[in-house]
């Protein structure tokens, strides 16, 4: 027998698909502003930006609850906006002032907001698997039933600490996701030149489960999420997504010069074929679930969202120097 599909499903399914999109849409948007802070000297030192990956924050981050936990990387933008960030406080920490984050004194790589479960960024590749595993340990301890997502890029599988987590992780059943963004580069080198053998086995060793999808599919990444998250939440244990993307630009802003690395011809592929944006759109439109006015609306309204906010980072005030020891753990 087949399910039937009520029309109130098709409203919630379609609701989801466009808020996806506007949230990646945001994200991509936000990023050409950080660039464009950069470019204008308004912004200190560097930030790696996340546009070309936006469906893997965006598909993992719907598919948690506000209060669950993730960690972030030093390509930590994306996550924090897919999992509720305000705009205006990002740009205000990355410009560093006192409004952003860490009271500006963290930057692009160090924002956390305990608000909406992000218990921050980390500049140290594989630096937040120990934190993820630890919130999961807690949330089971505590039986509040959260679930605890740990986002890093393929560098981090040569650290050895991400395996002592696993390992603890799937023995005491935690319900934690790693997710792992195999972007194709570590820094300047492709990641089939640092690790060696298949990724997933990796996780499977520990008889971890794994789930590989193609992160540029909003929509493909979102059910795996689902499915990982509801499996966590049951008491069934931790799980290994393996997300296939690539970064747009360089490494961070200012890796201008990239052909000795990676030819002009991949990234542009992958920008002209695998933008998980327009993928997105385009699949919405040939579905009729929207139109392009509707979409090109929506387009001005974040364009005019993340200018406000550029605008507001701006003109707010530097920190007071007598503060500069406050807050600040070393
Ligand atoms: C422990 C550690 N070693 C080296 C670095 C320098 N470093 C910064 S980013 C990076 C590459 C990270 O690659 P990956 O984990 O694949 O993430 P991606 O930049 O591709 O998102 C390296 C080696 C670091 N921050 N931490």
């Not at 098709?10 to 698909?17: D, S």
């Not at 990355?94 to 479960?117: F, N, V």
């Not at 696993?166 to 080198?189: D, F, G, H």
């Amino acid at each position: 027998m087949t399910a039937t599909v009520q029309p109130s499903d098709v409203a919630h399914r379609v609701e989801l698909w466009l808020r996806m999109y506007r949230r990646m849409l945001s994200i991509r948007v936000f990023e050409q502003q950080v660039n464009d802070l950069y470019m204008r000297a308004l912004m200190p030192g560097l930030a790696h930006l996340y546009s070309g990956e936006e469906a893997v924050a965006v598909g993992v981050c719907e598919a948690l609850n506000r209060s669950d936990y993730i960690t972030s990387t030093h390509r930590g933008h994306g996550h924090c906006l897919a999992k509720g960030a305000s705009p205006k406080e990002m740009f205000a920490e990355l410009l560093g002032k006192e409004a952003g984050y860490c009271k500006g004194k963290g930057g692009s790589m160090h924002i956390a907001d305990p608000a909406t479960g992000n218990l921050g960024a980390n500049a140290i590749v594989c630096g937040s698997a120990g934190i993820a595993t630890g919130a999961a340990f807690s949330a089971q301890r505590l039986g509040n039933g959260r679930v605890s997502v740990c986002f890093f890029g393929e560098g981090a599988l040569g650290q050895g600490v991400l395996y002592e987590e696993m390992n603890l992780a799937q023995l005491y059943k935690l319900p934690v996701i790693y997710v792992c963004e195999n972007n194709l580069y570590t820094e300047y080198t492709h990641f089939t030149e640092t690790t060696a053998g298949d990724i997933p086995s990796r996780a499977t060793a520990f008889g971890i489960k794994v789930i590989t999808v193609d992160g540029q599919d909003v929509r493909a990444v979102y059910d795996a999420a689902t499915q990982l998250v509801n499996r966590a939440r049951q008491g069934r244990g931790p799980a290994f997504l393996l997300c296939n993307t690539y970064r747009f630009h360089g490494h961070h802003v200012g890796d201008i010069n990239r052909e000795y690395y990676r030819s002009r011809q991949e990234e542009k592929l992958w920008t002209s074929e695998r933008d998980p944006i327009t993928k997105v759109r385009e699949w919405l439109l040939s579905q009729q679930l929207t139109d392009a006015s509707s979409l090109e609306r929506m387009r001005l309204e974040i364009e005019s969202e993340m200018q406000a906010a550029v605008d507001f980072a701006v003109a707010a005030k530097y920190p007071d120097p007598d503060k500069v020891e406050q807050d600040v753990y070393a």
